[in-house]
């Protein structure tokens, strides 16, 4: 099947592997973008062998990310491999590639030179650090779980008095990627107005940093340095995880009229007129007393029982679902974030749909070289012998 949306009509040379190059990619498919995915002949995207766990012996981590691509197997390391990335290039909208700053000049797929081929092209690179900057930094590696101890996320992260903690997703890897799929946006919008393609670089590191917010506000203006809340909210009470009598919820008490009606839900009128609890500052302050106050309370009646009552109030609250619930939610469902396609090996997905999505039909995830002929002969106009040749020679791999 073909994908149809706002971006139907542009292609897109996918060049990354692992997380935050093909998630960015995937966004760009989900909006309706030709993606054609090169991947290592014979191994393909690291995250073929992620696992367990597995379907059918395809990887479940890689099945998540890569949606709307097209796979060819072409080895960047023969010469007339190089050639072919190059052609294809001439013939894409956009590049994406995570490789460290300067391995793809020396593969020979730079920027500058993809570019000088291609002035339209928007190259998008993906690396930990940037090109730019301090050059001790640009040739380090971007691991998920090194940049949010760096870019401060871990530290803010666990219980006050536990260990820092990482987030339980790769949070720097996907919001890196998401910030590569604005870029790339952007990018394209400037070209309907120059002509001109561009060269963005992206850091793991900026794109981490950058979500600390209110927090990195404080401490650049304030001097103030945040520490672990675990479920609190530094700056608003009472807005924290609850235990009821048979599990745990969250509640989030935003403004004084919430706290008021939480108040009379609570019978707890005098709530309102105490000095420590009348104004979310006080709130802060004194939040030890009110959450112990609260504690005792909530244990008394099941999540569901408070959600509802508190829901009813409107008053901000959720149960805190396992991901196998998650991917049940009704209104997931309802949205058509859930989503079903057929994989030729897999056999029928389920997959997360994309927030960002415009297309009305799902590209199952390729498995490895499943489209080398079709793209050699359909995008770069070769013939069946010449692309047997290049598959004898091992250039290639379908």
């Known amino acids: 099947m073909t994908a149809s949306g706002a971006l139907t009509g542009l292609r897109v040379l996918d060049l990354s592997r692992v997380l935050s190059g093909p998630y960015c990619t995937m966004c760009l498919g989900d909006a309706g973008a030709e993606v054609i995915k090169v991947e290592q ?16 012996g395809e990887s479940t981590y890689f099945l998540s990310v890569n949606r709307h691509k097209k796979s060819v197997a072409i080895d960047l390391k023969h010469p007339r491999g190089v050639e072919l990335v190059k052609a294809l290039a001439r013939q894409s909208d956009v590049v994406v590639e995570n490789f460290r700053p300067g391995v793809a000049a020396r593969l020979g797929l730079g920027h500058e030179t993809l570019r000088a081929e291609n002035a339209r092209l928007v190259y998008c690179s ?52 998401m910030a590569a799929f ?31 917010t209110f927090h ?66 006080e709130r802060v302050r004194h939040r ?39 991917v049940k939610h009704p209104q997931l469902h309802a ?13 029928a997905l389920k997959l997360l749909g994309s927030p960002v999505s ?15 002929r079709e793209v050699l002969m359909q995008t770069l106009q070769l013939d069946v012998a010449q692309v047997d040749a290049l598959l004898a020679e091992r250039v290639i791999a379908a």
């Not at 002949?41 to 059918?56: E, H, I, L, S």
């Not at 393609?197 to 850091?203: I, Q, T």
């Not at 007393?289 to 909530?298: T, V």
């Not at 415009?358 to 080398?372: F, R, Y």
Request: proline share 7%; net charge negative; charged share 15%.
């Open 41 to 56: 002949p014979g191994k393909g995207d690291d995250t073929r062998a992620f696992g367990p766990p597995f379907v059918n």
């Open 126 to 177: 993906i690396s930990g650090f940037g090109h730019a900057g301090l050059p001790q930094y640009s040739s380090l590696p971007g691991y998920d779980a090194v940049v949010q101890g760096l870019a401060g996320l871990q530290d803010m992260t666990g219980m006050p008095d536990g260990a820092p903690t990482r987030v339980g997703v790769p949070m720097s890897d996907l919001l890196s990627g």
């Open 182 to 212: 604005q870029q790339v946006l952007l990018a394209l919008l400037q070209r309907q107005k120059t002509g001109e393609g561009a060269f963005l670089d992206v850091s793991m590191l900026d794109a981490t940093a950058a979500v600390l």
């Open 216 to 281: 990195a506000a404080a401490a650049l203006n304030a001097g103030t340095q945040p520490s672990r809340q675990g479920n609190r909210h530094s700056s608003i009470a009472p807005y924290e995880t609850f235990q009821a009598s048979d599990g745990y919820f969250n509640l989030a008490v935003g403004n004084d009229g919430q706290f008021v009606a939480l108040c009379e839900l609570l019978s707890r009128p005098e709530w309102v007129a105490d000095a420590r609890f009348k104004t979310n500052p």
């Open 288 to 326: 030890d007393a009110l959450s112990c106050a609260l504690k005792d309370i909530f244990k008394t009646r099941t999540v569901d029982a408070w959600v509802a009552a508190l829901s009813e109030h409107g008053i901000p609250a959720g149960r805190i679902q396992r991901v196998d619930e998650v």
């Open 335 to 347: 949205r058509g974030k859930v989503i079903e396609v057929e994989h030729p090996v897999a056999g």
């Open 358 to 372: 415009s297309t009305t039909t799902v590209l199952a995830p390729p498995t490895l070289g499943q489209h080398t």
